[in-house]
């Protein structure tokens, strides 16, 4: 397979570890090894006893058992873990399509979301959120796109870059839509569990749907992206197997210290979330009044989960630049995501969030 460079990989490769501020980073704050051990007693000395041979290919079972307390109709074998969330994209795309199916992806996206059917010869068909609609979908849209040659459907809900949540009446009519059509469902919910208001989290779509894969991942809700573990629940054991045969040849299993600690964070998942969300919560009150007083240069539309949201700016090349050479600033253009750079994406899952948002401020006084 060969493969276009990864636009926001290669951005990030450039600048994260060298911008003194970043405003642009999708996952939220993170953990220490020793705070995460802190959590439950006697996991110190669980972690430390912990054999470090090849483990289960489909993941620990007490990991997967822990997975299962995520969702309301999937058990424990209905589930394959892998190292990220990108891994298990890579195993999806690659063990289900084939040259010549169609497959219609959300967008603005993740890039491997679109780009890796399109190395795998599919045709794809981007599934617009739209700006105008609060980046809302069109199931009509949807509907039209669809092609006798069409195998899947892929969403972000919780949306990256854009924030996006569907309200639960569209996501129904999503899974019938699929389901009339014989269509599968692949369904990146890395940022499940981030809902401002959390009656507003939609079910797992692997739970609406027998024909669904859901996509989780420690990294964005959780923060704990360092471990690398993330997985994937679906009902249907034939899209797992696919997988899993694929997985074979990239990582056969997963780490085994890494699934320990993401079994202990899933199991204190209220702690380790909610401290997030507490976060969130905090720094899109600071947004808020940002984007106010800017209100002639920047605007948002207010995301109602996620720590990411797509801001609207005239110049984001000149934005971008500016920013980086005169506050250290980093923010994400849109072009990283198959967008113009009349947008960028922002992230607000870090403690240190206001700090750089200062700069921001900074930059655009001087700018008057
Ligand atoms: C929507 C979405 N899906 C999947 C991934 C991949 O997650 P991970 O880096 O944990 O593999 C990301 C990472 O940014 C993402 O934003």
Redesign the pocket.
Known sequence: MRIPEFKLERFFAEHEFTAPYLLCA?DCEAMSIDDLLALEPGARRGFDALWLGYTESPGHPALRAAVVGLHEAIGADDMLVHS????A?FTFMNGLLNPGDHVIVHTPC?QS?MEIPAAIGCSVSPWRSREDFAWGLSLDELERLIEPATRAVVV?LPH?PTGYLAPRALFDRLIEICRARGLILFS?E?YRGLEYDPADRLPAAADAYGNAVS?G?M??SFGL?GL?I?WVASRNREILAAMARYKDYTTICNSAPSEYLATLAINHRDTVVGRNLEIISGNIERLDNFFERFSGVVSWVRPKAGAVAFPRVRDGGALFNGLLEKKGLLIAPGSNFGHGDTHFRIGFGRNNMAEALGKFAEYLEELN
């Open positions: 999708s990220g969330a990108e891994e994209i993740y979301l972000n990256n990146d890395v996509l991942v990294s964005k992206a690398r993330g």
